[in-house]
């Protein structure tokens, strides 16, 4: 059942049209997503399917001339991404299960944590741009099952040149690519029309 997704992807893609600054653009934008993830019955399988050894990042949705792209982030238990950043603003929607996003500042030369761990529970959004605080680190907040994000960026992330940040200093460049190879299609609405005429 795509249909969520295709409504949040086409709402999204009208707010871009007003090109909004980036505070409303977060701000409209995570409530579009807000409403996207407070429901857990849209998401294909194929797009839920965790690895046992790391995260996968699979995508969605990538408009077509790059604005933004939606994908889903699948944890394993007790999986985490490096401490990296993403060079374009981002919002994370949480949709099943439960994770932990730690910010980062850079100190002496040295990436940080900065400030408390934020938790984010079904139905919580979050974002992070380069204005705002761009470097962070997050991990399933369980060990024992998985838990799945919805991401929404400013760029097709998975083509974008970024960083990690090693715990021994400087920094190591990295473009994340995707876990799947196929889409879901958004378009092919013949079952609702079906269903529609009967």
């Keep these: 059942m795509t249909r969520p997704l295709r409504e949040f992807v086409h709402a999204f893609g009208l707010l871009?049209?007003?090109?909004?600054?980036?505070?409303?653009?977060l701000a409209q934008g995570g409530a579009l997503l807000r409403t996207l993830v407070a429901r857990d019955d849209w998401l294909p399988?194929?797009?839920?399917?965790?690895?046992?050894?790391?995260?996968?990042?699979?995508?969605l949705h990538a408009d077509s001339t790059e604005r933004f792209s939606v994908v889903s982030f699948v944890w394993g238990p007790g999986q985490a991404t490096p401490v990296h950043d993403h060079t374009v603003w981002g919002l994370i929607g949480?949709?099943?299960?439960s994770e932990f996003s730690q910010g980062y500042v850079?100190?002496?030369g040295a990436w940080v944590p900065e400030g408390e761990a934020v938790r984010l529970q079904p139905g919580?959004?979050?974002a992070v741009s380069p204005r705002i605080g761009d470097v962070h680190r997050v991990r399933n907040a369980f060990d024992d099952r998985v838990s799945i994000s919805i991401h929404v960026y400013g760029a097709n992330i998975g083509a974008v040149r970024r960083h990690t940040y090693p715990p021994e200093g400087g920094r190591r460049l990295?473009?994340?690519?995707?876990?799947?190879?196929?889409?879901?299609?958004l378009w092919d609405r013949s079952a609702e029309l079906r269903s529609a005429a009967e």
């Design 124 to 126: 919580d959004v979050e």
């Design 106 to 108: 850079e100190r002496e």
């Design 16 to 25: 871009l049209y007003t090109r909004p600054e980036e505070p409303q653009l």
């Design 174 to 185: 990295f473009v994340s690519g995707y876990s799947n190879t196929l889409l879901p299609n």
């Design 94 to 97: 949480m949709l099943r299960g």
């Design 45 to 59: 399988e194929a797009f839920a399917e965790p690895h046992p050894e790391y995260y996968r990042q699979y995508l």
